[in-house]
């Protein structure tokens, strides 16, 4: 990347001429020859690798960064996928004691029956009020994608599916997440409900998200409940049925380490298959030292989801690095000063709070186009400095630089790598008499300096 230069290196007397333009910490710098963005990125691994999935996404869980996608907009069977949804939903119940994980949880004799049913991803259950706690239901729903124990918490929890599903879709407009379809708590398609189905819904009918939703769904669930994450990474457990009978638990992520098509970063997280959708899965994963999400819908077998998937991942380790624009703690403007109004001091420097780092293709990432801006509620003095208002808390973020590169995008919508700056010292604030004084005496030297310009070149 070639080196960024800031617009306070501008001689005075052209800054003027400036001065009514949109202002930029850094200016941009000539288009490169080639630039690549996410979608054609995305475009060559899908024709290079022939994905098998129909439509996916992969993003970083901290930061949002999408680093690929397919059709990730469109509405998608999503199958047992929904079971991370009602996560969500029984752990906020957890969460605002609303239940505990000793909870005992009834098992009516429809959901007993039903949790025995031929064909169905399921942990035999038997009928009673007083044997199950929600903590071994969540091993059976995570680990084993038991449908019935799923129905079982939604019915402890709301009263009855239906009323349960309301809430899921509570939580996904929580998530400002509006276009879906939801029929099951379970992710069976309505007509393998115990109770025959949701009323007015074709029996055919099944829960939808986008790839995208389900990346923003799983991001927040595993920033604000990573016991999740931890379940997810059991391979096998012996779940007690009775005092007599104990049924194994295995884990259909295959990309576990230790499976049938181990993957040593995979972390999580969770499939999904149902004839209409599929087979779908969500991975977590590490990469540059990165958690990682990837959400893949409608492969057409159980080994191409997985394959597939791999094949996704080892290629954006392939053809992806780790960038890092700046380091916490280091100099914003490579140590020049910004101006400070209002301040027992008249300049400071910002350092930045955090590494400033993305995911770039590795054939751009040593000339990458970049520059920077910041939002509108930041000012400039009439020298072009940056203008920082008073009074300043050492360490305390006042601005966010903004970094434009062709490559970024983030899950919500963001095209700009935020990076969050702090001043290196305290700074108080003056009285408005010494704020007035030192505008005039600002003001009168833009003036003065106008006129030396246009005596000059007239």
């Known amino acids: 990347m070639k080196k960024r230069r800031n617009k306070e290196i501008l001689k005075k007397w052209i800054f003027p001429c400036l001065i009514l333009s949109s202002f930029f910490g850094i200016i941009p710098q000539e288009a490169k020859a080639e630039e690549v963005s996410l979608q054609n990125f995305s475009e060559q691994l899908d024709q ?78 038997q009928a009673g009020d007083d044997y199950y706690t929600v903590d071994q239901l969540l091993d059976a729903i995570i680990i084993a994608s038991a449908n019935s124990a799923t129905v079982a918490l939604a019915e402890k929890i709301a009263g009855s599916e239906d009323q349960f599903i309301q809430l899921m879709e509570n939580k996904l407009k929580e998530l400002h997440i509006s276009d879906y379809q939801l029929v099951s708590a379970s992710g069976l398609h309505s007509g393998l409900r115990m109770d025959g189905g949701k009323e007015g819904v074709s029996p055919k009918a099944e829960n939808q998200l986008s790839a995208r939703s389900i990346a923003v769904l799983v991001q927040h669930l595993l920033t604000d409940y990573p016991d999740v994450q931890r379940r997810a990474q059991i391979t096998d457990k012996n779940f007690k049925v009775s005092d007599q009978i104990v049924y194994p638990l295995q884990n259909s992520n295959q990309l576990l380490p230790g499976m049938k098509y181990e993957t040593k970063q995979v972390t999580g997280l969770k499939t999904g298959t149902e004839e209409k959708a599929g087979a779908c899965l969500v991975a977590t994963f590490r990469m540059n030292q990165q958690s990682l999400i990837a959400v ?66 590795k054939k751009h990432s040593e000339d990458v186009n970049v520059w920077s801006d910041f939002e509108n509620s930041v000012q400039y003095n009439t020298e072009g400095q940056l203008e920082i208002k008073a009074p300043l808390v050492m360490d305390k973020k006042v601005a966010d630089e903004r970094l434009h590169l062709s490559f970024y995008e983030n899950i919500n919508g963001q095209k700009f790598l935020k990076a969050p700056l702090s001043p290196t010292e305290e700074v108080k604030a003056v009285s408005l008499g010494v704020q007035i004084t030192r505008k005039v005496h600002e003001t009168i030297q833009f003036i003065m300096s106008w006129f030396r310009y246009k005596i000059a070149y007239g």
């Not at 996608?69 to 998608?76: F, G, I, P, T, V």
């Not at 505990?100 to 029956?113: G, H, M």
């Not at 893949?296 to 991942?313: I, N, Q, V």
């Open 296 to 361: 893949t819908l409608g492969a057409p077998s159980d080994k191409e989801r997985f394959l597939g998937t791999k094949k996704l991942l080892k290629s954006l380790e392939n053809h992806l690095v780790w960038t890092r624009f700046a380091k916490e703690g280091s100099f914003y403007n490579e140590g020049h000063p910004v101006s400070v109004y209002g301040g027992n001091k008249v300049i400071t420097r910002l350092q930045y709070q955090r590494d400033v780092a993305c995911f770039l293709p």
């Open 48 to 125: 290079t690798y022939q994905f098998p999935f129909q439509t996916g996404i992969v993003i970083n869980q901290q930061t949002g960064q999408i680093l690929y996608e397919k059709q990730a907009d469109q509405l998608h069977g999503i199958a047992s996928l929904t079971k991370l949804l009602s996560l969500y939903v029984i752990y906020d119940y957890l969460a605002n004691d609303k239940l505990q994980l000793d909870s005992k949880v009834s098992i009516s004799p429809e959901v007993a029956a039903h949790s025995r049913a031929e064909g169905l991803s399921n942990v035999p259950l």
